[in-house]
């Protein structure tokens, strides 16, 4: 196989950045567009010289290679083990599911037809964020011991969307939990967390959250600290520091541009980049390069189904912990 | 009284600083030093026309408006009270006392008596600090919601120094449960913390831990985390970020220079400054001023003793939530 | 007219670059490609469903709108008449020529034809020059007043390019010209200048120079400065400062990623980007939209050909600057 | 002698600045001040303990082993010369004389006598400037080539000043002509300068400018460029650049506070530390350091009479370049 024919399930918000991201990327072919609305699955096909099909029909077709599963959350484990019995590549936007049982589930299947699944951690692929993991490992900073992350969205989605998203922890820090896990380079075991409406009060009533503080604790004594907010009016706040025996390792936010204005009242520069999408914008698309990679060139999968069952379970414990306001076990989960 | 006559109680490296900053502060007079060891008394009082005194002939003298209490620990107390009930003003190093209870007796005593003390939170007055909590109050970011704190030494002290010191919490992140207060502008009414040895294994034979990261929550559900550590090798990391409804606000570390190197490794800056004394001495000269200014012209104290048994409360609470690997009330304590 | 049929002329390093913008920018269609060796051509039509073809049969072909000249310099200028003969719309990369009343005559055919000439001063689309330049227009700083621009290759061209460049001033300084009168928003009436090889002994031998500080003056007075070298080990340095009456505004460099590294030897963070292919691609991308918007939306021209030679103009008061050791009137030239 | 005494000769501002200098230095001791207005004298003597006396006291006695000159400009060489003949060390500030053949003359009569004169270029003292200088004493950045200065002021001084003071290039670029020289390490032989009046046109009667761009080159080629103002509104700008064969050095400018605050209109930092006094305090105290211990013990000097000359002629040769419009040689003046 030279060229990886995909079928893209779902042709959301996400599902346009990974069209783009397979029409961009050698050895990837956008094939397929499937969603429950034909219009946009009409656009984004067009756009990149693919056909309009039902899921059904791209599970069928074996010339499809590969799918990209970017549909509602609530269908993902579903088409993984679909996708796994028919021997197709899988590439799942996170979380598998927002129970960790079914996530358990879900990976069984996979195993057991020895298929190939990638989740959607996106922010591992950064290149800011991948050369902090390349500086750790190659000694820069000497034993691993301490990691912050301050991670902030611009604002609250809708409480619409709150509602079906299992909540902050699954749906906003688990990048975080997935980020700590990357960095730490050992499991946490144990997860104290707390949480505050202080935001919209309107999100209590989802109920949800909008602002948390999270500690990881790993076997050894590492510690990982994570901040979050769903509000940052200056842009889409995302940083990573790591301490080690030997010095530190940080990834700063990005900016819209690099221009300053100094005057009376001091020097400005502008505010961050906003949002996600502009963001991590090269860091979609070295997910899906390394995604091509590893089907056809061998390489070495990161961001697997393990992968996002560990994140999920970690955002279990969290929104235990603050219920119970104590530290939680990762394996009571 | 147009000049304040300060005797000194304590010779040693923090005596210095305050002996320092009194000699060159308009209003003050280094009038007498006391010290166990006559040579450092000697030369401290011979830098700047003091008299070497007794501590017992300095609480005497009716002439001494003003003591400065920068003798060990276990001594700090009796001083206070002894001190306040001679009428005399008071600043002293902090902490108090390691034990809740006798710093409750001591501080009312200094109620009884009416008299003014000042502890020795120098950070309050650090000048970038300060303009941080001026920028709060100026409504620049609206509504307080979330403090993030980072705190590293550039390495430990030594064991025979962590053995009389409390422990990490009361020894080094009091100064942050201060700096959290100042910030936040609302009582911490819980706390959970973790505490790892990772700098040196033989810091858990004092027993204490030299790694920790702590959270706070107020009542209304504000949030602020600590982080500390006894190592960093790039120089005394002293990092505070106040998150708000309107925005942010931060203060960033001092570097040695200003000075950068570029070449094909990339650009170079200088590690920071390093250690406090060095790091913090605008601080402690302007924490003497507001202690001359508050005696003299009626400025309000900031830094009182209730503020040093809040801390104290809050690192207690810290030590307890550790062990019991839960959150800790602060009406616990 | 909904799309724009574009034949390329030039299939060397800058031709691909503009071939993947065109091909990127909506309301564009490459359509043809052309250029002396049949291999690269075929590879850059191939990867945009492009047709190969030679310049006369892209010249005779009605259905194609416009031209994006990219060949060798010395072919710019017959290649850009002929155009303009033909009613096609023009892009044409810089210099136009390399002497001074050779392109005055070209102008003069374009003026002739009314034809649309727009010139490859990339730098004025990059996002962070371009707000500089908006900063101003919104009178962020007053009345500007001084310009300061360095700009450093990361290493010299082949001496065989050099020979063929019209030397540092016309190849590469242009670019700064352009930007100072940019930046300026007046014309300079004077340039002097001062040349030097520092960075390898064998530039004198073609003869060109390597280093170089320009000063331009308008007629008000205000000073433009430029800093040239084609030695940066740390990447491609490209920076603007502008000074005006109510303040300062300036553009920094690009830094391949935003990671930090703590150590005790300091913060170390990476290189620049590395080179100007990489750092101006968004440049190309929004100069390519702007020639778009321009024929088919009235969109306002900027680079034109009167910018191309108003900054060769200045290359060749400079370089005699350089050997007359003076002060070189613009109306000299 | 283990201990200089030091007679101030007069106490405006900035004898007043080297006055506390001098009172903090170890090894030195202020023991006698005059001005020709009593009152300044009588405060600055009282503030360190030293006596008031008149210049002529001051030279006649034997127990004054050195003098710091602070006097209006006009009387710089003479007393020197007299302080020469009398066998006193002498701090000078900048400049010597307007007059470069007096300067000269005034030297010669130091040299007659073996006398050590320093002047008073401070911010060779300055700890990021002189780090700046010890990393290409390292090789840091292998063979230094060329040179960038910014150097503006917050505004302009009284006209009255400037009528006194020898136009911009003595007055102010004097301070960027020794930095200059400092950097590169190899005298300037040529200069060409452009200067305008932007800030204030009642500058242009003085007659003065305000606004400057210097060019010097060296034998070999070395290039510095210097960008001058009288006006920037975000405080006092003190850059330097210096880029070498194997990268650049650079020291940044001091801002009033670390603080930072980010909101939807971007990140805001503060203005730079606003004035000289403020800005180089701490080169001040290493000046005075490093005049007793070239006295005391036999430290090498800087900022020789004879780097004063050279500063000024280049000054001399910036303002013939603007007036005749050409690059001036230094052998002419």
Same mark, same amino acid.
């Given at each position: 196989?030279?060229?990886?024919?995909?079928?893209?399930?779902?042709?959301?918000?996400?599902?346009?950045?990974?069209?783009?991201?397979?029409?961009?990327?050698?050895?990837?072919?956008?094939?397929?567009?499937?969603?429950?609305?034909?219009?946009? =699955?009409?656009?984004?096909?067009?756009?990149?010289?693919?056909?309009?099909?039902?899921?059904?029909?791209?599970?069928?077709?074996?010339?499809?290679?590969?799918?990209?599963?970017?549909?509602?959350?609530?269908?993902? *484990?579903?088409?993984?083990?679909?996708?796994?019995?028919?021997?197709?590549?899988?590439?799942?936007?996170?979380?598998?599911?927002?129970?960790?049982?079914?996530?358990?589930?879900?990976? =069984?299947?996979? *195993?057991?037809?020895?298929?190939?699944?990638?989740?959607?951690?996106?922010?591992?692929?950064?290149?800011?964020?991948?050369?902090?993991?390349?500086?750790?490992?190659?000694?820069?900073?000497?034993?691993?011991?301490?990691?912050?992350?301050?991670?902030?969205?611009p604002?609250?989605?809708?409480?619409?969307?709150?509602?079906?998203?299992?909540?902050?922890?699954?749906?906003?820090?688990?990048?975080?939990?997935?980020?700590?896990?990357?960095?730490?380079?050992?499991?946490?075991?144990?997860?104290?967390?707390?949480?505050?409406?202080?935001?919209?009060?309107?999100? *209590?009533?989802?109920?949800?959250?909008?602002?948390?503080?999270?500690?990881?604790?790993?076997?050894?004594?590492?510690?990982?600290?994570?901040?979050?907010?769903?509000?940052a009016?200056y842009g889409y706040d995302?940083?990573?520091?790591?301490?080690?025996?030997?010095?530190?390792?940080?990834?700063?936010?990005?900016?819209?541009?690099?221009?300053?204005?100094?005057?009376?009242?001091?020097?400005?520069?502008?505010p961050l980049m906003n949002?996600?999408?502009?963001?991590?914008?090269?860091?979609?698309?070295?997910?899906?390069?390394?995604?091509?990679?590893?089907?056809?060139?061998?390489?070495?999968?990161?961001?697997?189904?393990?992968?996002?069952?560990?994140?999920?379970?970690?955002?279990?414990?969290? *929104?235990?912990?603050?219920?119970?306001?104590?530290?939680?076990?990762?394996?009571?989960?």
């Amino acid at each position: 196989m030279s060229t990886l024919n995909i079928g893209l399930l779902g042709a959301g918000r996400i599902g346009k950045v990974h069209g783009a991201a397979i029409a961009s990327t050698a050895g990837a072919r956008l094939a397929a567009v499937a969603d429950a609305f034909p219009e946009p =699955a009409r656009e984004l096909a067009d756009s990149y010289g693919a056909q309009v099909r039902s899921i059904e029909e791209i599970m069928d077709d074996d010339s499809i290679d590969a799918v990209f599963i970017t549909t509602p959350t609530d269908m993902h *484990a579903d088409l993984i083990e679909d996708a796994a019995r028919r021997g197709k590549k899988i590439f799942c936007e996170k979380p598998i599911d927002l129970d960790v049982s079914r996530v358990r589930q879900c990976l =069984a299947v996979v *195993a057991e037809h020895g298929a190939t699944l990638m989740v959607g951690f996106n922010r591992r692929f950064d290149p800011n964020f991948k050369q902090v993991r390349e500086q750790i490992d190659a000694g820069a900073i000497g034993d691993v011991e301490m990691v912050n992350i301050i991670s902030r969205d611009p604002g609250p989605p809708p409480l619409s969307y709150m509602e079906r998203s299992g909540g902050l922890f699954k749906d906003m820090t688990i990048h975080d939990f997935d980020m700590a896990r990357f960095l730490l380079g050992e499991e946490p075991v144990a997860v104290s967390a707390v949480g505050s409406v202080l935001v919209d009060p309107a999100i *209590a009533t989802v109920p949800d959250i909008d602002s948390a503080a999270v500690t990881l604790v790993t076997a050894s004594g590492k510690i990982a600290q994570i901040s979050n907010s769903r509000r940052a009016t200056y842009g889409y706040d995302q940083r990573i520091e790591v301490h080690g025996s030997m010095g530190m390792v940080r990834a700063d936010n990005l900016h819209e541009t690099t221009v300053e204005l100094a005057s009376a009242s001091g020097y400005q520069s502008t505010p961050l980049m906003n949002f996600f999408l502009e963001r991590y914008m090269p860091a979609y698309r070295a997910e899906v390069q390394l995604f091509v990679d590893v089907v056809l060139h061998g390489a070495v999968l990161t961001a697997t189904g393990d992968d996002g069952l560990r994140s999920l379970v970690l955002a279990e414990a969290a *929104a235990r912990s603050v219920v119970e306001r104590r530290t939680v076990s990762v394996d009571e989960i």
